[in-house]
């Protein structure tokens, strides 16, 4: 990790990243119902720059397992350390929330927890079922860790039925000894790999981030190896460190920069990609796995 004294980056952050406070009656409404159920989101805990848009087009990122990782990923704004026992209720609670607001998607995603014997597994697959119950026409995207590459706790998840399996491959694996020191490149393909194996007409998803320090090249091979995984929607933003405590930004890539990203992983075969400076793993994913499924169904 930098030290706490360290400059986040040297280099000037563009006005492209700019982002307006939340605000407005969607975000206000998930915001008070998430606090009264006692749930943790994504969307406030990492930061995300999006929450506002997302949650005012009835779109949620709902964190269960605790707020605190098992893991200490040199990008993450999550706090590591020694997790919470697990809340039997807590799906139940998430069903609820989705039910009363109304969400037309619910991702469903957590911290990693390696202390548990099937790394949460079984809470993801009760979750999953119990917004089914509440809310059948509200779609579903579980994104999940990886699990250790235990395949039955990912055959737990997918036997749940939810409508995308996302896993985030986060960047290129030149890179993962100081920005996933605790997790294995080749082990997240074979997740996404095995996902599309066991339930083939689930959509899989994967998110990158870059301004790390990769190199070009390095990028358009993880996407080349995702679609060898037959990961089928992409997102790819760029990365914010979230303290001084964390990986700084290496490059902040241009508008143009992203859209070529968008491009060339079309042309490798996904059926939707986003890419652009404040893209996030959840960010307009109803649309995407609209898009994807309709893709998909023609092959």
Sequence with gaps: MQDRNAPIT?????????????????????????ER??????????????VSECWGNRTATFMILGDTCT?????????????????????????????????RYAVITSVTRDDLPDGGAGVFA?????????????GIEALIPDFQGDEQALRTVLEAVPDVLNHNIETAPRLYPTARPQADYRRSLRLLAAAK????????????????????????????D???????????????????????????????????????AMQLGFGYVESGPLVRSSYRAHEATTRAKEVTSNE
Excluded at 37 to 50: I, K, R
Excluded at 241 to 251: D, E, G
Aim: aromatic share 6%; proline share 7%.
């Design 10 to 34: 040297n280099i000037p952050r563009p006005h492209w990243l700019t982002v307006r406070a939340p605000s407005g009656t969607g975000y206000r409404e998930v915001h008070s119902l998430v």
């Design 37 to 50: 159920l006692g749930l943790h989101t994504v969307c406030h805990s990492a930061g995300c720059p999006n």
């Design 71 to 103: 893991r200490d990923c040199g990008f993450c704004g999550v706090g590591s350390g020694v997790p919470s026992d697990v809340d039997q209720e807590e799906p139940s609670r998430v069903a609820e929330a989705v039910a009363e607001l109304g969400l």
């Design 126 to 138: 009760e979750t999953i079922r119990a917004i089914h119950s509440a809310s059948p026409d509200c």
């Design 197 to 224: 194996d066991l339930r083939p007409e689930t959509v899989t998803k994967s998110g990158l981030m870059v301004g790390l320090g990769e190199e070009w090249d390095e990028v358009l091979q993880v996407m080349a």
């Design 226 to 264: 995702l679609r060898e995984a037959y990961c089928d929607v992409l997102t790819i933003g760029q990365y914010l460190s979230p303290t001084r405590n964390h990986l700084p930004v290496a490059k902040y890539y241009t508008t143009d920069e992203f859209e070529a990203l968008r491009q060339s």
